[in-house]
Each structure stands twice: as C-alpha cells, then as structure tokens.
C-alpha cells in the first residue's frame, strides 16, 4: 500500500525537503510543514526542510526555509497539495532521489514514484494525519506544533467544517488533534482576522454607498 511506502520512504532517506503549490492556502503550508514537524519529532536526527515562495499573510503557519541545490544529492523529495506540476513551488523539487506525490485534488499530472492522491479526503492536512495514524506502531509520533498546522489545514479546506467535503473521518481528526492543547482561538483569530488595508476598503464602501 502506498501509505506503508511513503512510512518506510521517511525512515529510509536521512534528508526530507517538503514542498506545496504556488499561492498557497493554509492547507498546502498545513501540510507540508504539518509533515516536516511531524518528522522532526519522530526522527529528531533527520535534516528536514521546507521550500517556496512565503507567503506573509500564513507566517503564523511557519516560515519556508532557504535551501542549496546541493541539499537536493540524495534526498526524499514529497510534494503536498498539488495537483499538477507546474503549480508545485520551487521547480527543484525533481534533483532528488526519490519523489513522493500527497494530495486530495483529482488527478491531474501522474508525477512521482510514488503517488497519494485520495480525492475522499477533505484536505491533504488529513491524509498526514492519517499517515501518522497508520504509523504510530512505527516510529510515527504527533505533536503540539505538528497537530496546530495540521488542524489548521482541515479547518480552511472545509470551510471551517461548513463545505460537503467534510466527513465523519474528518471531525474525527479534527477532535483528535485538539487535544494536544494548542490556542485555537489564536489559530482562528490569525485564519480569519481582516487585513487593514481590507477594513479600511469596506469602511469607505459603507460611509459612500448611495441606494438609488
């Protein structure tokens, strides 16, 4: 199975360099660096990194880090949220040795040597959860920042539970992760607060709408 593949891929390569698509959404920073924490605190010896272009509005997520070409030699390569391969941020993502494709979108590009993409899942914040649920006997373990970025994703691909895509298995998740006791209402507030320069936009709509 797939899921056992991409398990014994982590324990295998000691370098990880996580990637997601352009214009990101808290579901590709949920996951990518969901994953990266994740594997952090599993295989604290493993040099883990994540890449692309930041994002400001999503750095209460995390921050990218800067990678040389050379940290590519012989790394394990997974790709999150992304369908196709020309939205995948960083176009360095093929210099590695293996590539691993994770993703909740239909099938677009067929890329990698190994591929996950189940189109059954509210987000692919809830495929890594259900990587490290299928795992935990292996060496797999979750964490407080890991649970934060991955509950994160679930919340903004389901529309905050809202969209049809959101199932039983999903709110499953969801109440699991809440118990590593992170600030949700900190969480929801960054998700969720408006911009100032937005505010300031529908404050001058509203002094200047006229109704004819």
Request: aromatic residues 10%; negative net charge; charged residues 25%.
């Amino acid at each position: 199975m797939c899921i056992e593949s991409i398990a014994q891929s982590i324990k295998d390569y000691s370098t990880i360099i996580i990637h997601r698509h352009v214009r990101p959404d808290p579901d590709a920073y949920g996951s990518q660096a969901g994953l990266a924490e994740m594997i952090k605190g599993s295989f604290p010896d493993k040099q883990v990194y994540i890449t692309g272009e930041g994002e400001p509005s999503l750095d209460f997520l995390s921050t990218m880090n800067r990678i040389p070409d050379e940290a590519y030699k012989g790394a394990l390569v997974i790709v999150c949220d992304t369908a196709n391969q020309a939205r995948i941020d960083d176009q360095r993502y093929e210099k590695g040795d293996k590539l691993i494709k994770i993703d909740h979108h239909p099938e677009v590009d067929c890329y990698g040597d190994i591929q996950w993409v189940d189109t059954t899942s509210s987000s692919t914040c809830e495929m890594i959860y259900q990587l490290y649920l299928q795992n935990r006997n292996e060496g797999f373990s979750m964490n407080k920042k890991a649970a934060r970025l991955i509950y994160a994703g679930i919340v903004g691909d389901t529309g905050r539970f809202l969209f049809p895509s959101t199932t039983e298995k999903t709110l499953s998740y969801a109440a699991e992760l809440v118990n590593f006791s992170f600030d949700r209402r900190e969480l929801y507030n960054e998700m969720y607060k408006t911009p100032l320069h937005v505010a300031k936009l529908k404050g001058y709509i509203l002094q200047n709408f006229t109704v004819n």
